[in-house]
């Protein structure tokens, strides 16, 4: 099963910017449809972005919509989310995995990356 190691998170302040970063081995993520999710505290998991295999099609959650960008280099089998303007409410754990999953029932979660946005 391929696996996946996200990285690039930490503290900003509002208004700031990070990229993360979404690692995965195996030979599958060229082909994938892949997505990136993210957990605040207390609440559940949810879906932020998706990315089509080659890249030309993306989709995004309204909350992030014209502030975060995802892309992917599939020749590095690595896919990125850029994320600009964060507010405090984007503070959470952000993960990568395949698109179409349900969350509730995925097993496959890299470590995540933490992103913390002060105010």
């Known amino acids: 099963q391929e696996q996946v190691v996200e990285s690039g998170g930490g503290l900003v302040q509002s208004g700031g910017s990070l990229r993360l970063s979404c690692k995965a081995s195996?030979?599958?993520?060229?082909?994938?449809?892949m997505a990136w999710y993210r957990q605040a505290p207390g609440k559940e998991r949810e879906l932020v972005a998706v990315?089509?295999?080659?890249?030309?099609?993306?989709y995004y959650v309204d909350s992030v919509k014209g502030r975060f960008t995802i892309s992917r280099d599939n020749a590095k089998n690595t896919m990125y989310l850029q994320m600009n303007s964060l507010k405090p409410e984007d503070t959470a754990v952000y993960y990568c995995?395949?698109?179409?999953?349900?969350?509730?029932?995925?097993?496959?979660w890299g470590p995540g990356t933490q992103v913390t946005v002060s105010s």
């Open positions: 995995a395949p698109d179409g999953i349900t969350i509730r029932e995925y097993d496959n």
């Open positions: 195996g030979d599958t993520f060229g082909v994938r449809f």
């Open positions: 990315i089509n295999w080659n890249g030309r099609s993306t």
